[in-house]
Each structure stands twice: as C-alpha cells, then as structure tokens.
C-alpha cells in the first residue's frame, strides 16, 4: 500500500512538472499496481512503447491496462500478442495470457503448444488461456491431471470442471488414489465432486476417514453441507451398484460418523440398516 501510494505521488508530481519520462523507472517496480500506474500514466502522456513492453506482464491488470492503451492509440492487441507469441520458443507466458484474454477461437493452434512447455508457468497461462478461448480438449486435460506442478493441475481441474461428465469416473477414481501427490489427488476429488450428487456423496464417504487432513477435512465439510442444505430438496434417489456402494461405505465409516449422522444419511440416500430399500 505505501509503495502505491508513493507511486501514485511521484507519478502525480512528475506530471504536474512536466517531466513524466521520469515514471520510467517505476515501470520496473516489483509490485504490479505501480507498474500498473507507470504504464497508464506514461500511455496518457503518449508513451506508448511503454505499453507495448508491458503488453505480456506477467500480471493481469498491468497487461489489461497496456491493452487500453494501446486500443485507445489504435492499436490491435490481438495481433500484438500472436506476434509475441510467435516469434520464441517456447512462447512467453505473459504473451500467451495476453491472448487468451484478448484473441478469438482460431489462436487455439497457437496456444496449444504451451500446454507441453518445461515451465509451469507455460503450463499454467496455456490452460488458462484455451479456457477463455473456449476450446476445451478433454482428453488432453485429462492427461494433464498428474502434472507435478500443482498450480498447473489446478488450472487444468478448473477448465476441466464444467465438463467432468465427460471424464471417466474409472480415471479420476485411480487419480484420487492414495498413492498419488495431494494435488493430483485434490484435482481428481473436485472433478468427482462435478460429476453428480451420489457420485460427489460416494466420494466423500471413501475420503471420510482419508490419512490427508486436507482432503479428508473437505469431504466432510463437504458431506455436512450437502446434508443441512441439499439433501432435503435431492428428489432422486440411487440406483443399481451405487446403492451397494454406499451402504458399504456408511458401515466403514460408521463409527467416525455417529449413529445419529449415519441414520439421517441412510434416510436421504433411502436406505435401511440393512443395506436394502426401506
């Protein structure tokens, strides 16, 4: 906050003077809300190289205010950004979130070698980047789910969410394993989660008495929601093996759950102490 503050006062003061090429320097600052402001300030005064430059930051508000700038100077951002994006190998992060904010479906060809990049950043601005595009290929995401990266395999959970009905539910169980890393594991859970009430409610009775604290807590934070604010106005009821299943589950977790807790999940899930319907 006092860096901004003294940004915004030196930016202030240097083009009260006359002299706001002396913003210049602030264009480097660590912190992007004053690189933010050096950029706007200098784009105002006609400085606009120095929005080109900060077109592939590798913050989000420096590069939407680099993009204003130069739409207000006539400039195509787009273009700009296929052009950074096409002329290294592999491409610039900041160049690819660039255009996946500002370019249209067809840059699809152009982002998708990110998603093989060494650096996770690569990684992580490609997904991003096809999810604003809206060009969403599955099974490539999927392959993407035990990336050693986590923020990368968030990413890919994230673009992947509105479309786990399409995921194998065979796949996401093998990924939820214990034996993979937490963040493969926590990815797999959201996707489960997605994939409709009792398979969200068979996942979180597996993961009820789970050895990792944080998977383990969600799924009962996540089972104790679903009981006080969904449960009563879930009009379906199982069917077939997921019935099997979730008795079995509430006779494992019995003893972690309570007898009380135990028979309010076998009245919404219409079972009997017995495992059969009532």
């Known amino acids: 906050m006092i860096r901004v503050q003294c940004a915004d006062a030196a930016i202030r003061?240097?083009?009260?003077?006359?002299?706001?090429?002396?913003v210049r320097p602030l264009t480097a600052s660590g912190t992007a809300a004053v690189r933010a402001a050096a950029v706007s300030a200098l784009a105002r005064a006609g400085e606009t190289d120095v929005a080109e430059t900060a077109l592939?930051?590798?913050?989000?508000?420096?590069?939407?205010?680099?993009?204003?700038?130069?739409?207000?100077?006539?400039?195509?951002?787009?273009?700009?950004?296929?052009?950074?994006?096409?002329?290294?190998?592999?491409?610039?992060?900041?160049a690819v979130a660039g255009l996946?904010?500002?370019?249209?479906?067809?840059?699809?060809?152009?982002?998708?070698?990110s998603l093989t990049d060494a650096?996770?950043?690569?990684?992580?601005?490609?997904?991003?980047a096809l999810r604003r595009l809206g060009s969403v290929d599955v099974p490539t995401l999927v392959k993407m789910l035990d990336d050693p990266s986590a923020a990368v395999t968030r990413q890919v959970a994230t673009t992947l969410a509105?479309?786990?009905?399409?995921?194998?539910?065979?796949?996401?169980?093998?990924?939820?394993?214990?034996?993979?890393?937490p963040h493969t594991r926590t990815a797999a859970y959201r996707l489960l989660r997605a994939q409709g009430v009792w398979t969200r409610v068979l996942t979180?009775?597996?993961?009820?008495?789970?050895?990792?604290?944080?998977l383990r807590g969600r799924a009962r934070g996540d089972?104790?929601?679903?009981?006080?604010?969904?449960?009563?106005?879930?009009?379906?009821?199982?069917?077939?093996?997921?019935?099997?299943?979730?008795?079995?589950l509430l006779r494992q977790v019995a003893p972690s759950l309570g007898?009380?807790?135990?028979?309010?999940?076998?009245?919404?899930?219409g079972l009997t102490d017995g495992g059969s319907r009532p």
């Open 56 to 94: 592939a930051d590798r913050n989000p508000t420096v590069r939407e205010v680099a993009q204003a700038a130069l739409r207000r100077a006539g400039v195509d951002p787009p273009e700009r950004y296929r052009a950074l994006v096409r002329a290294t190998v592999p491409a610039d992060p900041g």
């Open 259 to 269: 007898p009380s807790r135990e028979r309010l999940l076998r009245f919404h899930l």
């Open 100 to 113: 996946g904010e500002t370019g249209a479906t067809p840059d699809t060809e152009l982002v998708q070698p």
């Open 204 to 214: 979180d009775l597996e993961l009820y008495e789970d050895s990792d604290e944080n």
């Open 13 to 22: 003061a240097a083009v009260a003077a006359g002299s706001v090429d002396d």
């Open 223 to 248: 089972l104790t929601g679903w009981l006080e604010r969904e449960a009563a106005t879930t009009y379906s009821m199982p069917t077939g093996a997921t019935v099997g299943r979730l008795d079995a």
């Open 119 to 128: 650096r996770p950043r690569g990684r992580v601005e490609g997904v991003r």
């Open 162 to 181: 509105p479309h786990a009905s399409d995921i194998a539910s065979e796949r996401l169980t093998e990924l939820l394993d214990a034996r993979q890393v």
